[in-house]
């Protein structure tokens, strides 16, 4: 009889690895004599005392099928941990029976040795192709996004206010302020809405409504025939016809403030609009700065995740599928939305469907990033570390925070990509995407 367990190992797609253990039947033996006494513990039988009883009647009165199962239950579970740290596998997730536990549990017999054929995830090992001379493309900036004069419209729009009409008929650009009632074409349901406030520039969801206000004046009554839009945010009113009988109560129209030196005071602490532009002017250059960079190094990633060879295991996009949901969860909690009414079982699983894509690009770019540390050996000493707290820390010094794991990990972390994103910078190029001129 072999008494040595038997492992053959063989790796399977995705990340994963079959394991095939011989479980000889001196280990099944073990694990079901374990199994008898850890179920017979609190057994009582009358006309037996105590721990008096013998082991034929307790099989019998337990049942076999029931110590079988948690002698194999078990078994499984000890012998797979040991092969674990036999064999050095780095598993993740829980393993899998090829086959299910009911039919295992039909071929197990204590006196015989028996084969478990188990699935797992295991760490990926990525592989970069290439780290140096690297060729990143990045989009130029478009010129039109920083914009002064923009800048000042907006704020401008910002700060508009607005002034009743009452002697002319409603125009493209006015606020009106309406009353309706009317139908569906369909059918007769009834629809009804008073001070409806219509900004006479959009086609508010309605085609044909604003069209129809445009020309009428404040008390005028009209019947307007429109028809829902095809994105309107209530699905059974979608691409819909209806008829509304429109009152106009009221028309407003828009007052934007004069571009002098009164604005600049007001929206900012410049005493002239001189100033506020050569503010802006610097403001709108660290902004083009700060975006070069990070477009910059957002090719460089994608220049290195190119190079990257990696199967991911399944297991890993769960994790951070729930930790995509998670963070979305945290975000509407913290504006006062009721989480746990919003996250339906039917919202979490769409929500685990679209937030795929999501979890496997940022699975991609974080391994990518990893694997360049081991291979560059691209490190942050504790020392840097701990300045970069002292740094942040209102109080130089600080033993809460120099000891706080969770805010060194953090720290390390964000030293460790500016450490990466500046190694990729020096040693690969960054090349402008020149589809803007050919387009031209």
Known sequence: MNTLLRI?????PHSRIALELTIPAKRCQVDYNAAIEKLSLNLIIPGFRKNKIPRSVMIKQIGLEKIYTVALESLIESVYIEVLDQESIEAIGQPELNKSFDRLLECFNPSSDIIVILETDVLPKPILKKTKELIAIVQPLDPDIFNIDELLEQSRKRLTTSKLV??????SGDISVINFTGSYKDNREIIHSDNVEINLEDHYMLTGLTEGIIGMRINEKKDIECQFSESHVKKDTLGRKAIFNVTLKQLKVRENPTLNDAFAKQVSESLTLLELQSE???????EIDLHTQFNRQEALVKALIEQLELEIPETLIQQEIYYLIEQTARKLAQKGTDVKRLFTPELVRSLMNTSRVEAEKNLRRSLALKTLAEVEKIVVSANEINEKINQISEIGNNPELLNNHEI???VLDDLLQDKLLDWLELNSKVKESNKASNKN
Request: net charge positive.
């Open 408 to 410: 060194r990990h953090a």
């Open 166 to 171: 009452k002697n002319r008929p409603a125009r």
């Open 8 to 12: 053959k190992a063989s790796k399977r």
């Open 280 to 286: 802006l002017k610097i403001h709108v250059k660290k």
